[in-house]
Structure formats: structure tokens, C-alpha cells
């Protein structure tokens, strides 16, 4: 089955009992047993829900996986996944993470003696340099957050498979439209589902995909035992949403191509970090593992500092100032002051993110009206 046909169809069945199209709200706590322990497979809905079911089904086979396993956020997603390992186990991580995981890795998981290190990702040899023999995950971001690094997929999983070290990768910023990681070799795949899966802002939700059957039923146990499960309405949103993801993200990028190119030849713009321009040093790898070059991009003002980056900030009419991503409305975000707030100054400095960095998603409005918009804020 092809992408588009994927995310009208597979996994999705209409309801048995009434033959309803659309999955239906299974809004209920527990289910009705006819004697004890005999049950239609679903006995208390903090550990199976019908419209749950369906979204992991439909998530396994737009990611190519066997499994999905729901979460009620990214990050509930992403605590999943580390609570897969065990005190003094080591994981690698990239150096321009997504705030969020960053923070949970090292504020959560740290007190409880996981070790993480966090390294520039796209030259694999600092990765090969970071493995030690309790190394046994290695965390991907590609396209990274806010600087739109690439990493090269299956070049990490090749190194990881000859040292018996899994591979996960989060795919919330490319969305299975654009990037199918485990095709590439990867372990796990892990969502913010909140982005580009939902894609209309109005949800936060987390998923993990996996091929492997014994990874799976871990995650199924931890997403019962641990307790942290979306509910039905949230799962029927996400359901909604992919229906559309392959136009979105199609148009978004589209979008993201011209404003990339507006922003380049913008006299009071210094760099565009965007994978799409061939002297992007990621630009080849991001060719070979991505369909398009997605729609986000960042950019960084010749006058670097946060006054100059908030008049920009505050002067856009179309592009709102909000955190988050993957929505069809376009968003504006200030890393420094925003999502990275939470990673220290010199840490994040290091990886690029000055003062006047902004970073942009891409919504699907039109292209000229956006490049409108960031004509007259720039000026
Ligand atoms: C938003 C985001 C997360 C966290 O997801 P939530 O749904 O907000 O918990 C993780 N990774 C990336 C890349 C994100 O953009």
C-alpha cells in the first residue's frame, strides 16, 4: 500500500458493531465482563481502548513497524523509552535535542542513574568516540531542533549494530510522509504526535514505533504499568489528523522552499539553516533519507541580539509567536528564550542557538502572503 492509500486505510476497519466509517470515541473506563475473566479482549481502558488500538495499528504501518504504542505526550513517549534501560546503562544522544528531552533526560533520568552523552551527531566518529560498553542507546534527531542538522540514519545504525547498541529515532520533525527510520535500520521511533501527525494544533499526544515484538510488549507494559495513555478523544484527533498528513506536509515543505529562498536573499538576515539549500552541510544525506526537506527553518538576524530578533518577533501578523510546530497555521518561536530555555546558555550557544535566532514551522496558508508577512516584520 502506498503512503497516501495508508493513511485513509490501514489499521482502520469500520466499527463492528454499527458499521460506522470513522473510528468511534470509545469514551469508557472499563468494560462489561460476561463472566469473570470472559471478555471481548478489552477488560480496563488504562491498558486497551478500541480507538487506541486503531491509531497504534495505523501508526505501525505508516512508520513500516509491526507495533505502535500510545502515549499521552512526546515526552510521556520519550520516558517510556528510557525506562527500557537500567541504572548505569549509557545513552548518546545530540547536542541540539529537543529541550523537552533534553530535560528529561538529565533532570529524570539522571537522578535515577541513567548517563547520557550528548554529542554533535552529524560527524559519526564523535558518536563512535562516545560509546563505552554500557552504551546501549543511541537517540537520534533528525532534522534537529532549531538548527536543522541532519543525521545520517543508517549510518549510525550501522555503527550500532556493531556494537549491539539499539537506534532511536525522533521523527516528529520529518513525520513518516517524509522519513521512515526503521526502513534505514533503526530500533524504535518515537513522536511528538502533538506536530505533524496531528497537525492542527488542538492535541498533545506521543507515540513509539517499533518493529520487534519483544521491545513492543516492554513498551505495552510500561504505557499499563507506568500509566501515562491518551484518551480516546486525543486518540481520535490524531486518527483525523493523519488522514490529511501527506497534503500538509507536502504543502508545508513546498511552502518552506520559497521562504527559505525569500529569507537567503533578505539583507538583514545573516544565515538560513534550512536542508533544502545545497550548501546545507547535511544536504546530500538529507536527499538520500527524506523525501522533501521539510518545513521548518531557522535563520539568525546580522544584528544578533534579542532586541533585534524580538521586533521580528512581535511585527509578524500571520506567523503567530507560539511554541510548538507541525500545525497548517504558521508559527514563529524564539529558541533562545522559548523551547530551549531549559538548556544552559553555554551549551546552547555551542550548538548555534545565538541570541537572534528565530525558527520558523511552516504552516499550508500561501506562500506569498507568508513571505508578505516576513517581508514587513523584517523591514
Ligand atoms: C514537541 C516535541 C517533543 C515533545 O512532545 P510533546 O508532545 O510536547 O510532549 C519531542 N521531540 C520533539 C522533536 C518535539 O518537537
Request: charge should be negative; glycine fraction near 8%; hydrophobic fraction near 40%.
Amino acid at each position: 500500500m502506498k503512503f497516501a492509500t495508508k493513511v485513509i486505510h490501514a489499521g482502520i476497519e469500520p466499527d463492528a458493531s454499527s458499521g460506522a466509517i470513522m473510528t468511534p470515541i470509545f469514551q469508557t473506563s472499563t468494560y462489561v465482563q460476561e463472566s469473570p475473566g470472559v471478555h471481548k479482549g478489552f477488560e480496563y481502558a488504562r491498558t486497551q481502548n478500541p480507538t487506541r488500538d486503531v491509531l497504534q495499528k495505523q501508526l505501525a504501518a505508516l512508520e513500516n513497524g509491526n507495533f505502535g504504542v500510545c502515549f499521552s505526550s512526546g515526552l510521556a513517549a520519550a520516558d517510556a523509552i528510557a525506562k527500557l534501560f537500567n541504572q548505569g546503562d549509557h545513552i548518546i544522544s545530540c547536542n541540539d535535542l529537543y529541550g523537552g528531552t533534553y530535560r528529561i533526560f538529565t533532570k529524570v533520568f539522571g537522578k535515577f542513574g541513567l548517563d547520557f552523552s550528548f554529542v554533535d551527531m552529524t560527524n559519526i566518529s564523535n558518536i563512535e568516540n562516545a560509546i563505552t560498553p554500557k552504551t546501549k542507546l543511541i537517540w537520534i534527531e533528525t532534522p534537529t531542533n532549531p538548527m536543522l542538522n541532519i543525521v545520517d540514519i543508517a549510518s549510525v545504525c550501522v555503527l550500532a549494530k556493531q556494537h549491539n547498541i539499539l537506534v532511536c529515532v525522533d521523527n516528529t520533525f520529518a513525520s513518516p510522509y517524509l522519513q521512515t527510520p526503521l526502513d534505514l535500520g533503526a530500533d524504535i521511533v518515537v513522536h511528538s504526535a502533538t506536530k505533524y501527525l496531528g497537525g492542527h494544533s488542538d492535541v498533545i499526544h506521543g507515540a513509539v514505533i517499533v518493529k520487534d515484538k519483544a521491545i513492543a510488549d516492554q513498551l505495552y507494559f510500561i504505557q499499563n504499568a507506568c500509566g501515562a495513555v491518551p484518551g480516546p478523544q486525543d486518540c481520535f484527533l490524531i486518527l483525523r489528523g493523519i488522514k490529511t498528513l501527506h497534503i500538509r506536509v507536502q504543502r508545508a515543505c513546498e511552502n518552506a522552499e520559497k521562504i527559505a529562498d525569500f529569507l537567503k536573499a533578505h539583507p538583514k538576515v545573516a544565515k538560513v539553516n534550512y536542508p533544502g539549500f545545497e550548501e546545507h552541510h547535511g544536504h546530500q544525506i538529507a536527499k538520500q533519507q527524506m523525501k522533501l526537506f521539510g518545513a521548518m527553518i531557522s535563520f539568525s538576524l546580522k544584528e544578533d541580539n534579542v532586541s533585534a530578533a524580538n521586533k521580528v518577533l512581535s511585527a509578524t501578523k500571520l506567523f503567530s509567536l507560539a511554541e510548538s510546530l507541525g500545525g497548517v497555521e504558521s508559527l514563529i518561536g524564539h529558541p533562545a528564550t522559548m523551547t530551549h530555555a531549559s538548556i544552559p546558555l553555554e551549551e546552547r550557544q555551542k550548538t548555534g542557538v545565538v541570541d537572534s535566532l528565530i525558527r520558523l514551522s511552516i504552516g499550508i496558508e500561501d506562500a506569498d502572503d507568508l513571505i508578505d508577512d516576513l517581508r514587513n516584520a523584517l523591514g
